[in-house]
T-cell receptor, first 116, second 114 residues
Framework: DTAVSQTPKYLVTQMGNDKSIKCEQNLGHDTMYWYKQDSKKFLKIMFSYNNKELIINETVPNRFSPKSPDKAHLNLHINSLELGDSAVYFC???????????????FGPGTRLTVL | DAKTTQPNSMESNEEEPVHLPCNHS???????IHWYRQLPSQGPEYVIH???SNVNNRMASLAIAEDRKSSTLILHRATLRDAAVYYC???????????????FGKGTKLSVIP
């Protein structure tokens, strides 16, 4: 069974369009994340959600709007797509407990977004 | 967040041990040292973590310097499947919900030669 899944795997679209990427985890985790990996392969945190509440928004343009309908899902909606949004987007999840010494993050396979 | 410094790339022959170094001279007492790796066209995956003592698991070993300013990830017998980018990451102790996000550096690209 896939722990963290993302759909679609590839997304090719025109500038100005609106698109969504879906993420689901079946690990029972309470925290989910979105990361962006650009063409230079740098991985950067975008958002962190804990129990459906936004915790971290790392200076991401407000064209990006994450939505968490429940603890197992964190979707990423992007409005008015720009060329610079082309990247691979990774979803991740972890169990975020106070007092936990570590919490391994499980990553999805990524969604490669290409904006033409 | 405290920064880590890793070599950009390393090479290893298949079935030989690999030592991947990481410098973290500004590490704080509550920082855990985590290693993740990213295989080609895949998401990152957890490898190992430690605080002060050396650690072993089925994937690798982590050797931590006594002053904690550096650490080394050890792959005991490199296989072709170990070719990946390896990231050394410092993770602060829990400081509130959502505080466990990972800050990735450039990592070390490991090539394994058959």
């Amino acid at each position: 069974d896939t722990a963290v899944s993302q759909t679609p795997k590839y997304l090719v679209t025109q500038m100005g369009n609106d698109k969504s990427i879906k993420c689901e985890q079946n690990l029972g985790h309470d925290t989910m994340y979105w990361y962006k990996q650009d063409s230079k392969k740098f991985l950067k945190i975008m958002f962190s959600y804990n129990n459906k509440e936004l915790i971290i928004n790392e200076t991401v343009p407000n064209r990006f709007s994450p939505k968490s309908p429940d603890k197992a899902h964190l979707n990423l909606h992007i409005n008015s797509l720009e060329l610079g949004d082309s990247a691979v987007y990774f979803c991740a999840s972890s169990q975020d407990l106070a007092g936990t010494k570590y919490n391994e993050q499980f990553f999805g396979p990524g969604t490669r977004l290409t904006v033409l | 967040d405290a920064k880590t410094t890793q070599p950009n790339s390393m090479e290893s022959n298949e079935e030989e041990p690999v030592h991947l170094p990481c410098n973290h001279s500004t590490i704080s007492g509550t920082d855990y040292i985590h290693w993740y790796r990213q295989l080609p066209s895949q998401g990152p995956e957890y490898v190992i973590h430690g605080l002060t003592s050396n650690v072993n698991n089925r994937m690798a070993s982590l050797a931590i310097a006594e002053d904690r300013k550096s650490s080394t990830l050890i792959l005991h017998r490199a296989t072709l499947r170990d070719a990946a980018v390896y990231y050394c990451i410092l993770r602060r102790a829990y400081s509130g919900a959502g505080s466990y996000q990972l800050t990735f550096g450039k990592g070390t690209k490991l090539s394994v030669i058959p």
